[in-house]
């Protein structure tokens, strides 16, 4: 989550400019619902997908720069020479297939169409069929289903349970979406809207018959979920977003704005401050992270090394070799603190890396499996060490004193502003502050142990039986 990302797609002020520039102005509005929170994420979803914007804003950002860069994502293209290269001495270009198939004439809007109806699939099934009220769950993926299904589904037992479902005939699917596209208008001409409208009106069409009552979401950074909400709010359900993860920086990002749910439940209320002057229409409450109950058990020698592999996740000078610096530090700590078991947590979307593996001939060290929930490894450990993970917020519910190591941007809530946690500058300085905290048994303290309910909740369950108590869900 690069910063210009954040500030490209979310502030008013410039997303507006890019939707007169792209003449997409009178697309926002359609069949009475507002496509702005869709498209901010819709947009800010092309920015951090395209390796190459990445590139170039490191380049902007160190002073590197060379005289032509290439884009694939014409949103940014636009962006850039609005707002981000002014007075530049270098050429930017895009790919002429990707304005191409944005803004479209007749004959590739028909062929937009057709490709908007296959690759969509959205259906429903009944998971639970006995009950009074009907409770739709909307899961991005098997995370998000066992979320739901570990820590949610026991209180809604005597509902019946319905899910969206993606395993059905794939030919079946697109006669029906082909079906509803072709039987509605759309005036726009941009893709990104195109897609957006025809979405709502497939999933219009599953829902309008389906009487919700309550909806459960989880992150909020999907333009689906945007839609999904507003149809189910149409026919008089309520909708419920969980909050999921947090940014890094200063600027809220487009996923907690513009949210068009009943109730958003965010981890504590520094973020309700945060994000409450983005969605004055929707009730925000602070209960903590689903999942995440502290049962203050006792303090071991643990200090646990959750991994980052992915390219933006390292500091601004060098992304690639704070991730190498990342394995320098654990192995440092496995011959420095020989009484202390270091646990390996390896990102559940990416494979084992060499370096971890070679770790392995540490007698001190222990690899956890990528399917293993994180926070089963919290409450006897004392240390988290990663680069700008959200379980470093996590961390806080355990009395863990999370370190954000070598970070390109820190996390927010910082850690350092606030003295909940710590955020290194180069390994030198990593080794510092832990030994630090190893050595000075007050000063470890001093940190672990302050309230951090102000940030999250340490007793998720407990927060949300009381909203149930008092009928908000």
């Known amino acids: ?63 590197d720069l060379k005289k032509n860069y290439k884009t694939n994502s014409y949103y940014f293209y636009l962006l850039a020479n609005l707002f981000l290269i002014k007075n530049r001495k270098f050429l930017l270009k895009y790919n002429f297939f ?41 899961s991005n993926s098997n995370f998000t289903e066992k979320l739901f299904s570990t820590n949610l589904d026991k209180y809604f037992k005597g509902s019946k349970l319905l899910i969206n479902n993606f395993k059905k005939n794939k030919l079946i699917s697109l006669i029906n979406n082909l079906k509803i596209c072709f039987k509605n ?43 999904i909400s507003q149809c189910i709010k149409k026919n008089g359900g309520k909708t419920y ?3 999921q993860g947090t940014y890094r920086g200063k600027i809220v990002p487009s996923f907690f704005r ?40 006792p303090k071991k020698n643990i200090i646990i090394f959750a991994s980052q592999d992915t390219d933006v996740a390292g500091s601004k000078n060098f992304s690639k070799d704070s991730r190498k610096l990342f394995y320098e530090f654990c192995e440092w700590c496995l011959k420095e603190f020989k009484n202390y078991k270091i646990y390996f947590k390896p990102h559940p979307k990416y494979p084992y890396s060499k370096k971890a593996l070679n770790l392995m001939k540490y007698e001190n060290f222990y690899m956890c499996k990528n399917t293993d929930d994180i926070i089963n490894f919290f409450p006897n450990a004392k240390f988290l060490i990663s680069i700008s993970s959200t379980t470093l917020i996590d961390a806080l519910t355990y009395n863990i004193v999370p370190f954000n190591f070598i970070p390109f ?9 606030f003295k909940i ?28 142990y302050k309230n951090k309910n102000y940030f999250i909740k340490d007793n998720f369950n407990k927060c949300f039986k009381e909203q149930i108590r008092k009928k908000i869900i």
């Open 409 to 417: 941007e820190p996390i927010t809530p910082n850690l350092e502003k």
């Open 258 to 297: 513009d949210l068009n749910h009943d109730y958003f439940f965010t981890w504590g209320d520094f973020f309700k401050g945060e994000i409450k002057r983005f969605n004055p229409k929707t009730k925000i409450i602070s209960i903590g992270r689903v999942g995440r109950n502290n049962t203050n058990k």
């Open 1 to 63: 989550m690069l910063i210009p990302f954040i500030k490209l797609s979310s502030e008013n002020r410039i997303v507006h400019v890019l939707l007169k520039k792209i003449k997409s102005s009178n697309d926002l509005i359609y069949k009475d619902f507002n496509f702005l929170g869709a498209f901010k994420r819709a947009l800010y979803i092309d920015l951090d997908e395209n390796s190459e914007t990445h590139d170039i804003y490191k380049s902007l950002k160190q002073g």
């Open 98 to 138: 990707t304005r191409y198939f944005t803004e479209l004439n007749f004959l590739t809007k028909f062929f937009a169409k057709v490709y908007i109806c296959f690759r969509f699939d959205y259906q429903t099934k009944l998971k639970r069929k006995n009950g009074k009220d009907l409770i739709y769950y909307h």
């Open 241 to 243: 977003l969980f909050q």
């Open 185 to 227: 208008t759309y005036k726009t001409n941009n893709f990104t809207f195109l897609s957006l409208h025809i979405k709502f009106d497939i999933i219009e069409n599953e829902l309008k018959k389906k009487f919700i009552n309550k909806a459960i979401f989880f992150e909020g950074d999907s333009p689906d979920q945007q839609i």
């Open 421 to 448: 946690g710590i955020i290194t500058k180069n390994l030198q300085d990593s080794k510092k502050k832990l030994e630090r905290l190893i050595k000075e048994k007050k000063y470890y303290k001093k940190i672990a």
